[in-house]
């Protein structure tokens, strides 16, 4: 149950403090007073839609506050969201609005703490049900219908629904798997082709070194200088080993210094330091001279050999521009081709095993929206059943209502076309609602329907925004009863323009426009100060005597004496109704919403 509503330069609003109570709260006043500025702040402050106009004109920033009472369900949503109510009994509901220069920025809190909008929009569902004006024009909606009646059905058809919408997705997903495939399995079969000629090239050329172009250059600039390496070998053999010259080699010069070295050791051991790096400088001479002997006598020219390695380098730089530009390159290239090759040859599912999973999923869909169907339609003869029941009281005694059902190709949401049909008058046949239905017939089947979702449903506090438009007499006072009747299982806050409908008010508050002077700048002597004539909107709880005064004036424009009696009248039938209707207990206590 709603218990206040702070409001803080929101639109003509500059400054509201709402106390409200349980039963039916209603709000009247002339056309364009403000009365739905109050019910927006409500729906902003619950994280409904915003734009820069709802900041007072002069101001940057607006803030909104409600304040719930708690009930055990609210109470459990609250534990689960890891937040304490206040005082142990209340939830408060706060959004900052503030105006920047290219943007708007909001900021919602619970209980201060800060929430997005997903939390925000679960908590809604939870405290409160808005019936603006206009909703009577989405009354022929059939998408709408659709979602009425599901919600009728309560937690089992919507579960049901559920499951449809899923098995939707899978068949979808699979149709579009399947047509993909389709479509894809030309294009698959070129790239196969073009996949099994690059593998059989790169297979042909037998990658498997990536340094093998760099190893077979330095093999072909050998066999290309053999004879010149032999020769060279040589010339370095007997430089080191065996000189046929006058000079000597470097072995016979070493030999020559080891043997001098030997005699002065005799004399200074110290010169054995030196002596031993001799014999190691020899040592080597002799082996290198060794190896480069051994070099030149295996080194011979190959014709074929050279051939061979510099066909194989230009069959390798062949591969490295179109595969490369690197060997190693071209190899990567050629292991990532040849596994694509294999899942494409593989090809996953065949066409015709996905052809099988697409109808298979069309089939537990139909299986599903079937389900969902025969749920419809047990929905559909209780709501038939429960709104005539609701229209009748509305003065519409001899009304007709039928939930059509008819199959249609399976989507999202069923397999079935929702048309509400009705028909208010005897001896008319049915007729789709909206087609058939006037303005103040519409109303009190709108009306009508929430009192049947309010039987299964728990929002604390019904919000209704002129649900009585478009009618008058006779019915109004119906519409007034309907109201009242609402009110002793959930708060009801109504704007109404009735004065039978405004009679049967638990609580009646009057709203209304002012015109006031503010003072908008001052100078720092307070000689000079500046006004500017601004527009407030006020709200005012209205106590017996003031009721009827409204009353009279919500009756004829004026309180003329007759109107007076009129209104004293209303409030005298009214009384007594509300007692007839203590039959059914009223939340009174703040412990139920």
Not at 105 to 129: A, C, F, H, P, Y
Not at 259 to 271: A, G, K, R
Not at 371 to 380: F, G, I, P, V, Y
Not at 406 to 414: A, E, F, M, R, V
């Amino acid at each position: 149950m709603l218990i206040s509503l702070r409001i803080n330069n929101f639109a003509l609003i500059d400054h509201l403090d709402l106390e409200l109570s349980p039963g039916l709260n209603v709000f009247t006043g002339e056309t364009g007073a403000g009365k739905s500025i109050i019910l927006d702040a409500l729906d902003a402050t619950l994280g409904g839609k915003v734009d820069r106009r709802v900041i007072r004109t002069g101001t940057k920033r607006a803030i909104l506050e409600a304040t719930f009472e708690l009930n055990s369900s609210l109470a459990e949503w609250l534990g689960n969201q890891e937040i304490d109510p206040v005082d142990g009994t209340l939830v408060v509901c706060s959004r900052e609005i503030t105006c920047a220069q290219t943007s708007l920025r909001t900021r919602s809190r619970l209980n201060g703490i800060l929430v997005n909008r997903k939390i925000m929009d679960q908590l809604r569902d939870r405290l409160l049900e808005i019936t603006a004006q206009g909703q009577t024009l989405q009354l022929g909606n059939p998408n709408l219908q659709r979602e009425w009646l599901d919600l009728y059905g309560s937690h089992p058809l919507v579960q049901c629904r559920e499951a449809v919408s899923i098995a939707y997705q899978k068949a979808q997903k699979a149709k579009a798997t399947l047509e993909n495939r389709r479509q894809s399995e030309q294009k698959r079969l070129q790239r196969i082709d073009l996949l099994e000629y690059q593998v059989q090239e790169l297979d042909k050329s037998n990658l498997t070194e990536p340094q093998e172009l760099e190893q077979l250059a330095q093999e072909s600039q050998r066999l290309s200088h053999a004879v010149e390496l032999q020769h060279q070998s040589y010339q370095i053999y007997q430089a080191l080993y065996q000189n046929e010259g006058d000079n000597s080699a470097a072995a016979d010069l070493l030999g020559e210094a080891e043997t001098i070295l030997n005699d002065m050791v005799n004399y200074d051991s110290t010169l054995k330091p030196i002596l031993e790096m001799i014999n190691e400088a020899l040592s080597q001479v002799v082996e290198a001279s060794r190896q480069i002997s051994s070099y030149g006598e295996e080194l011979e020219a190959d014709p074929q050999r050279l051939e061979d390695v510099e066909e194989r380098i230009q069959e390798l730089k062949q591969i490295c521009r179109k595969y490369g530009p690197t060997l190693e390159e071209a190899i990567n290239y050629y292991d990532k081709i040849q596994a694509e090759l294999k899942e494409l040859q593989d090809g996953g599912e065949s066409v015709e095993a996905l052809e099988k999973a697409y109808l298979e999923t069309q089939k537990q869909l139909q299986d599903k929206c079937s389900e969902l169907s025969l749920k419809r339609h047990s929905a559909a003869a209780k709501l038939e059943t429960n709104l005539v029941e609701e229209l009748k009281p509305l003065a519409m005694e001899k009304v007709k209502f039928q939930v059509e059902i008819t199959p249609t190709t399976p989507t999202i949401t069923g397999a079935d076309q929702i048309t509400f049909c009705f028909s208010p008058n005897p001896g008319e046949p049915l007729q789709p609602l909206n087609s058939i239905a006037s303005g103040g017939e519409m109303s009190r089947f709108l009306l009508a329907l929430k009192a049947c979702f309010s039987q299964i449903e728990g929002s604390g506090t019904l919000v209704f925004d002129e649900i009585d438009v478009g009618v008058s007499g006779r019915v109004a006072g119906a519409i007034s009863e309907k109201l009242h009747q609402l009110s002793r299982k959930h708060q009801v806050l109504c704007v109404t323009h009735q004065p039978i409908v405004a009679a049967m008010a638990d609580n009646h508050f009057n709203v209304s426009k002012q015109v006031v002077e503010e003072i908008s700048t001052m100078d720092l002597n307070l000689n000079n100060q500046n006004s500017e004539v601004r527009t407030i909107v006020r709200v005012k709880n209205l106590n017996n005597y003031q009721r009827r005064e409204e009353l009279a004036q919500l009756a004829s424009g004026r309180p003329a004496q007759e109107a007076i009696a009129f209104a004293e009248s209303l409030l005298t039938e009214a009384a007594t109704k509300r007692r007839q209707n203590l039959t059914i207990p009223i939340s009174s206590s703040r412990g139920e919403s």
